[in-house]
């Protein structure tokens, strides 16, 4: 192609783009943006930074031995995709952090097999890949120059975040694909399921050594929120209910037991807010439990989407209505609601506009409401 074509395109490309990031105006409070379809099944949440959407995705064969799939960068304002990295396995749950201009991400290569990923947050280039010993669908958190990361043969990793280097290893004995939480020089994390052994722990971020543990006869399918000095958890069966316990004791605070709730808890003003198995979105005051209200979905199917909080509304994902809902923070009452996708999964709120994406692969971009220019990263 001749000089003058490419830098015709070029400006051109320029000018669209200029144009597109200043039509806010077009677009009214729920409506679509953009749609990106990855090349794979998506259950990855989108993370956002500096303008950009990163989110991977997941292919495997039916006995899971064979797995592969990608990283993502993706202009959160126009869908086109910056850069793509292929692992070499799948990128399951596992959801992306970004820190520092770097992104950290869990894959699981096969049964045997999984990795760590440390990324340049602009290029995709490799800086370091750490190997474990099975699937790694857990979410890392990157605190203070570490990495914190489960796998699925149970073991939580402590990882230097420059150089990819073992720190320490605890065994949990269950696998763990759920987020840990970092705070206060501790580390808790949950299984995600044994039948036998369902058990928070509280490690040493340190050391790794174990504090205390707080179990309970069925599983936590959503990671562990800590916020104020207490540690908030969803359990979802024989022991059903939302935990609130003392971050420093594992001691049990109060418990709502009345559903199964099925979403990871957000925090946000003194309040938590989550999702349940019959498809009720609560929000109860986080120092008693006593509940503030609840909104009864179209359906009655499990929300394992974690609600993502503005200083004015709730944005959760209800998988089984397929909706996106846009609830007032205060009264739970609906704002807006828009039908997308099929098993939605945790979302991001980043400068005016909600990011989610749903099973097959779909990363769909739409309006925030008016006022919600701030940021949620959710893992």
């Given at each position: 192609?001749?000089?003058?074509?490419?830098?015709?395109?070029?400006?051109?490309?320029?000018?669209?783009?200029?144009?597109?990031?200043?039509?806010?105006?077009?677009?009214?409070p729920g409506d679509p943006v953009w749609m990106n379809s990855l090349k794979f099944l998506c259950a990855s949440s989108p993370a956002i930074?500096?303008?950009?959407?990163?989110?991977?995705?997941?292919?495997?064969?039916?006995?899971?031995?064979?797995?592969?799939?990608?990283?993502?960068?993706?202009?959160?304002?126009?869908?086109?995709?910056?850069?793509?990295?292929?692992?070499?396995?799948?990128?399951?749950?596992?959801?992306?952090?970004?820190?520092?201009?770097?992104?950290?991400?869990?894959?699981?290569?096969?049964?045997?097999?999984?990795?760590?990923?440390?990324?340049?947050?602009?290029?995709?280039?490799?800086?370091?890949?750490?190997?474990?010993?099975?699937?790694?669908?857990?979410?890392?958190?990157?605190?203070?120059?570490?990495?914190?990361?489960?796998?699925?043969?149970?073991?939580?990793?402590?990882?230097?975040?420059?150089?990819?280097?073992?720190?320490?290893?605890?065994?949990?004995?269950?696998?763990?694909?759920?987020?840990?939480?970092?705070a206060n020089g501790k580390v808790y994390v949950t299984h995600f399921y044994n039948p036998y052994h369902n058990k928070l722990y509280c490690?040493?971020?340190?050391?790794?050594?174990?504090?205390?543990?707080?179990?309970?006869?069925?599983?936590?399918?959503?990671?562990?929120?800590?916020?104020?000095?207490?540690?908030?958890?969803?359990?979802?069966?024989?022991?059903?209910?939302?935990?609130?316990?003392?971050?420093?004791?594992?001691?049990?605070?109060?418990?709502?037991?009345?559903?199964?709730?099925?979403?990871?808890?957000?925090?946000?003003?003194?309040?938590?807010?989550?999702?349940?198995?019959?498809?009720?979105?609560?929000?109860?005051?986080?120092?008693?439990?006593?509940?503030?209200?609840?909104?009864?979905?179209?359906?009655?199917?499990?929300?394992?989407?974690?609600?993502?909080?503005?200083?004015?509304?709730?944005?959760?994902?209800?998988?089984?209505?397929?909706?996106?809902?846009?609830?007032?923070?205060?009264?739970?009452?609906?704002?807006?609601?828009?039908?997308?996708?099929?098993?939605?999964?945790?979302?991001?709120?980043?400068?005016?506009?909600?990011?989610?994406?749903?099973?097959?692969?779909?990363?769909?971009?739409?309006?925030?409401?008016e006022g919600d220019d701030g940021m949620w990263p959710v893992f």
């Amino acid at each position: 192609m001749p000089t003058r074509c490419k830098k015709h395109l070029i400006a051109c490309a320029i000018i669209l783009l200029t144009c597109f990031a200043s039509c806010d105006f077009l677009y009214k409070p729920g409506d679509p943006v953009w749609m990106n379809s990855l090349k794979f099944l998506c259950a990855s949440s989108p993370a956002i930074k500096n303008g950009n959407l990163y989110i991977g995705d997941n292919w495997s064969n039916l006995t899971g031995d064979v797995a592969f799939g990608n990283m993502y960068c993706i202009n959160a304002r126009t869908g086109f995709v910056a850069w793509r990295f292929n692992t070499g396995g799948g990128v399951g749950w596992s959801s992306p952090v970004i820190v520092n201009n770097k992104v950290y991400f869990g894959s699981g290569y096969d049964r045997n097999s999984g990795r760590v990923y440390c990324l340049g947050a602009k290029t995709g280039i490799k800086f370091w890949e750490f190997e474990t010993n099975e699937g790694t669908g857990s979410s890392p958190a990157v605190v203070d120059g570490y990495v914190y990361i489960g796998s699925g043969s149970g073991i939580v990793y402590c990882l230097d975040a420059q150089s990819g280097q073992k720190v320490w290893e605890y065994p949990t004995g269950s696998n763990v694909v759920t987020a840990p939480a970092v705070a206060n020089g501790k580390v808790y994390v949950t299984h995600f399921y044994n039948p036998y052994h369902n058990k928070l722990y509280c490690l040493d971020a340190k050391t790794g050594e174990s504090i205390w543990g707080f179990e309970k006869g069925d599983s936590a399918y959503g990671s562990p929120a800590v916020v104020d000095g207490y540690v908030y958890l969803n359990v979802t069966r024989d022991d059903k209910g939302l935990y609130c316990l003392d971050a420093e004791t594992g001691e049990q605070i109060w418990v709502f037991s009345d559903e199964a709730i099925t979403s990871p808890p957000s925090i946000s003003d003194g309040k938590v807010y989550v999702g349940s198995l019959k498809g009720i979105i609560y929000c109860f005051e986080a120092m008693t439990g006593v509940k503030v209200w609840e909104y009864q979905t179209e359906s009655d199917s499990s929300i394992y989407s974690s609600p993502a909080i503005t200083d004015k509304n709730v944005y959760i994902a209800s998988a089984g209505d397929h909706r996106m809902l846009c609830l007032d923070k205060d009264t739970g009452s609906l704002v807006w609601s828009y039908e997308i996708g099929e098993y939605l999964y945790s979302l991001t709120v980043a400068d005016g506009f909600v990011y989610v994406a749903d099973y097959y692969g779909r990363v769909y971009c739409i309006k925030a409401a008016e006022g919600d220019d701030g940021m949620w990263p959710v893992f």
